[in-house]
Nanobody, 112 residues
Framework: QVKFVESGGGWVLPGGSLTLSCAASGFTFSQYIMHWYRQRPGKGRELVALISSGGSTTNYADFVEGRFIISRDNTKNMTYLQMNDLKPEDTATYYC?????YGQGTQVTVSS
């Protein structure tokens, strides 16, 4: 079955960086768009970024403001989210997704 396992979250100071990873399985990864979502405390889940199947096209939510980079490695069935200049409002659980299936998420906390 379709499965995603996110990793790479943690605590970071404002202005810091983290790179999240997502391991996908159960489908032909290279044929599908991949998404990163997040859910902030007390808020609904929101789309952060998406990347086309081949990796040539990306889109970001307005709040990203050029700070994040989504990428993928189709040889490894992996998706990544490089996050720079992190802000306290980026504190959230981050999920990768396709087919309305999500992993368990990885927690990112930005705080001084």
């Amino acid at each position: 079955q379709v499965k995603f396992v996110e990793s790479g979250g943690g605590w970071v100071l404002p202005g810091g960086s983290l790179t999240l990873s997502c391991a996908a399985s159960g489908f032909t990864f290279s044929q599908y768009i991949m998404h990163w979502y997040r859910q902030r405390p007390g808020k609904g889940r929101e789309l952060v970024a998406l990347i086309s199947s081949g990796g040539s096209t990306t889109n970001y939510a307005d709040f990203v403001e050029g700070r994040f980079i989504i990428s993928r490695d189709n040889t490894k069935n992996m998706t990544y989210l490089q996050m720079n200049d992190l802000k306290p409002e980026d504190t959230a659980t981050y999920y990768c997704s396709q087919f309305h299936v999500y992993g368990q998420g990885t927690q990112v906390t930005v705080s001084s």
